[in-house]
Each structure stands twice: as structure tokens, then as C-alpha cells.
């Protein structure tokens, strides 16, 4: 079996061995390479020690020295070259406190995760794979490297990663590794908030969102999500509906892009519904100001998981605004005034997010829901192709303007701006200087 690797990293083992150390390519990028994947990243291990690896290439960046990781700089791309070594006890669930360098490659693989990202290719010897990662990919299935106890006490944000491979790459878990998570979930909590993002959101990005359900059944989402757990136990009985609103989140999922602020906004539209639910005299259920709560939860999570700014301002304006319109039917004025209410930058999201919701809920009038979304996406392409003014941003006057007009500054200038874009909304004609001007003198007199 044959991997072909780019010459840089051809380069560096051929430096290493040349030497008179052994060195190849291992984990991630020998998993995609046997699966046809172009790799992101060669990662490479070695027998020589850092000091070693350092005397040997010109530009080196001390990364993880202490942890045996050079990174070699080769026209400005990085390659990691990790010394071979055995950890020590992982005091934190996250760390070994120690790592004991080793000239066995054996060694250095039984340390590593799962059997698919323990292989290692050299051109010289070929693939090593001491414990069948090949016959898992083949049976698609994620099995840890020895016990998965002591791998995920070893770092328990490998079952995170399990996870996430398996909806990365459409996999199962074996059983005893599954196993292993059920018991050891609860050492979750001593995973950072920032390492817990970073692998939800890959799983979220993934094919398979929806194998946020085996996360939950794993009892794996109780630690850091457990707003998730009750959603699958919040039932929907309404004829808009066929399934309870975790399974629906779940099918939601499905029907976006993979993108990051998408596939989050799916995840939380429904999160308030718990906190909202009420069952009418016929056994209905309904969550009534339900967007607003989902809204303020969101918030609440995205802070808690350490999210950046920009990502969770967009997914909470998503959430907010998903359930907009509904049983609305869209006229130019209606939908102009949408995209100014909830901003021109997530207008096309928000669209996508609605189609989404109703491709989750039951048959019931899904046409006719699938029609009225067409009709908004219609009349917004034609209010972009027109240039038609949305925001301040593109009326024909400025707070300048209105202040050499005469106009007074301050609150009362900002409320005259607001007035003369709603006039804009409905008559999207009157955006012309001249005429605002004039508005502006009627409506201050």
C-alpha cells in the first residue's frame, strides 16, 4: 500500500532518516490519505529527540518542546515533528503531567486515540498499523487504542472527539469504546469551554449533525449542553409537527449549509420552547414567545462556551428573528421592512433558517409554507437588483444633512432618521435628498 506525500515532508523524513533516525508521517494525515482525503496538515514522529530535530533544520519553532514537538518551517508552511515518547499521568483529564521520550514507535503509537489515527507510513517500510486502524476504516467504525477507559481518563475531550468522528466521517462507535463514554462523560467538566466549542463545532459542520443524538444518549451533552437534554424531552403534539422538539432540532440540522452560524442557529431556534410550553384544553401544545427565550438562552450558551463576538451576535439575531412572518403574506413593504428590522447581513441566512424549520416540521402545508419563503426570497432579490434603501446606511440623507438643514442633534435627530426611513420602507421612491429634506422640515414643523 502506497501514500503519496508532498516533497516537503518527504523532505523532512528523508532529512531525519538520513540522519540516521527513524521518522513517518502518522495520525491524521495517513487516516485521510487511505480514505482519499487530501490532508490538512503531515504531521511527522521520530525517534530523534527535539535537540536533535532542531540541529537539523534551519528554521524550527519550539511549539510543544516539552511535550517532544517541534514545528520545522519550510516555505512558511509548518510541519510538527513529535519525538516518540510514553505520557505520564494525566492529572487533569486533558495533560499528561510527564512524557518520557522512547526509540520505539510502538510505544509512541499506543498512546494515541483511536486505532484510524494510530498508523504511521514511511516510504521505506510502508504502513505500520499495530492495531487495525485499516479494518476499522474498512468497518467504519471509531475504536479506541487499547482500553477506552484509560484512554479517555487519559483526556477526556476524546470523547468529544469520537463524536465527532463519527460524524465526520459517517462512522460508528464500537461498543466497548461507547461504552466507556457513558461511564466516563461526567470527567467532561474538566475540559476548558474553548476545546469543547472547537469540537462541537466540527461535529455541527460535519455530514452527520445529527450524531449530536448519540452525544445525548451517551449522556455526554448532559455536561456541557444539558439545555439539549431537555429539548429531547419536550414533546410537540400540534399538527405543524411530527416530532418532539429535539428530534426536530436534530432534523433541522440536516437542512442547512454546513456553516458555522448556520448550523448553531438551528441548534438553538427552539431552545426556549421548554421554558414556553403550554397545553391547551385538546391536548395541543404550544410555546408562545418562544423565539424571544430561545434568544436569551442562545446568548447564555454562547457565552458560556467561550464564542467569539461576531459568531454570536449572528446566531442570536437568527434565532430571534427565525419565526419571523410566519403566516405573513409578503408584500415589497413587508419584506423591505424585514431586512431593515434584522440587518441586510443575515437576511439570506434568515431565509435559509425558515426553510430549514418548516423541511423539520410535518407535511402538514408544507407546500404552501415552502411557496410563502419563495416569495420573500423573490421580492428580497428584486428590492437588491433596485437598490432600494433597507438602513441608514443607504438613505439619501445623514444626520449631517439634517443638522445643516436646520434640524436639532442629539435624540431628537435619530428618532427624525428613523422616521424618514420607515417613509423610505413604504415608499422607497422618496430616497432622494431633495425629497427627504422636505419630509424632514414637515414632519420637525
Avoid at 418562544?290 to 442562545?298: D, L, N, R, W, Y
Amino acid at each position: 500500500m502506497r501514500i503519496e506525500i508532498p516533497e516537503q515532508a518527504k523532505y523532512i523524513i528523508d532529512t531525519l532518516t538520513g540522519a540516521g533516525y527513524e521518522a513517518y508521517a502518522v495520525g491524521g494525515c495517513v487516516r485521510d490519505s487511505l480514505l482519499g482525503r487530501t490532508p490538512e496538515d503531515w504531521d511527522i514522529t521520530t525517534s530523534a529527540r527535539p535537540e536533535q530535530v532542531k540541529d537539523l533544520f534551519r528554521r524550527t519553532i519550539d511549539t510543544g518542546i516539552r511535550h517532544g514537538t517541534v514545528t520545522v518551517m519550510l516555505d512558511k508552511q509548518g510541519f510538527e515533528i513529535t519525538t516518540y515518547r510514553i505520557d505520564g499521568r494525566y492529572e487533569d483529564s486533558r495533560h499528561p503531567s510527564e512524557v518520557t521520550f522512547t526509540p520505539s514507535l510502538e510505544e509512541d503509537l499506543k498512546r494515541r486515540d483511536f486505532t484510524i489515527n494510530a498508523m504511521a507510513y514511511s516510504e521505506e517500510r510502508g504502513l505500520v498499523d499495530l492495531f487495525d486502524g485499516l479494518s476499522d476504516i474498512r468497518q467504519k467504525r471509531i475504536r479506541c487504542v487499547g482500553d477506552p477507559e484509560e484512554r479517555f481518563r487519559e483526556d477526556a475531550l476524546r470523547m468529544m472527539r469520537a463524536i465527532r468522528f463519527s460524524a465526520q466521517l459517517g462512522y460508528t462507535i464500537e461498543e466497548d469504546t461507547r461504552e466507556a463514554i457513558r461511564r466516563l462523560a461526567p470527567n467532561l467538566k474538566n475540559i476548558s469551554a474553548e476545546r469543547i466549542q472547537a469540537e462541537l463545532v466540527k461535529l455541527l459542520i460535519s455530514d452527520h449533525p445529527d450524531d449530536l443524538r448519540e452525544a445525548y444518549r451517551m449522556g455526554v451533552t448532559k455536561v456541557f449542553l444539558p439545555e439539549f437534554d431537555v429539548l429531547m424531552e419536550t414533546p410537540q403534539n400540534h399538527p405543524h409537527h411530527q416530532y418532539n422538539v429535539g428530534e426536530h432540532t436534530l432534523h433541522a440540522l440536516l437542512q442547512v449549509p454546513p456553516d458555522k452560524t448556520l448550523r448553531l442557529a438551528m441548534l438553538f431556534h427552539d431552545v426556549g420552547k421548554p421554558a414556553t410550553l403550554t397545553t391547551d384544553e385538546a391536548g395541543i401544545t404550544h410555546f408562545h414567545g418562544h423565539p424571544a427565550v430561545s434568544e436569551q438562552i442562545a446568548r447564555k450558551i454562547l457565552r458560556r462556551l467561550k464564542f467569539d463576538n461576531d459568531t454570536s451576535q449572528r446566531v442570536a439575531r437568527l434565532v430571534r428573528f427565525h419565526d419571523y412572518g410566519n403566516g405573513t403574506e409578503p408584500s415589497p413593504y413587508v419584506v423591505r421592512r424585514a431586512v431593515s428590522r434584522m440587518g441586510e447581513d443575515i437576511f439570506e441566512d434568515f431565509l435559509k433558517v425558515k426553510r430549514a424549520d418548516v423541511m423539520a416540521q410535518s407535511m402538514y402545508q408544507r407546500e404552501e409554507k415552502l411557496a410563502n419563503i419563495e416569495r420573500w426570497n423573490e421580492l428580497y432579490q428584486e428590492i437588491c437588483e433596485k437598490h432600494q434603501c433597507v438602513s441608514l446606511k443607504t438613505l439619501a440623507v445623514t444626520g449631517n444633512d439634517l443638522i445643516a438643514a436646520g434640524r436639532q442633534s442629539g435624540r431628537e435627530l435619530g428618532e427624525l432618521l428613523d422616521r424618514l426611513l420607515e417613509l423610505v420602507l413604504e415608499h422607497p421612491e422618496y430616497n432622494t435628498r431633495e425629497i427627504l429634506l422636505e419630509q424632514a422640515k414637515r414632519l420637525s414643523d
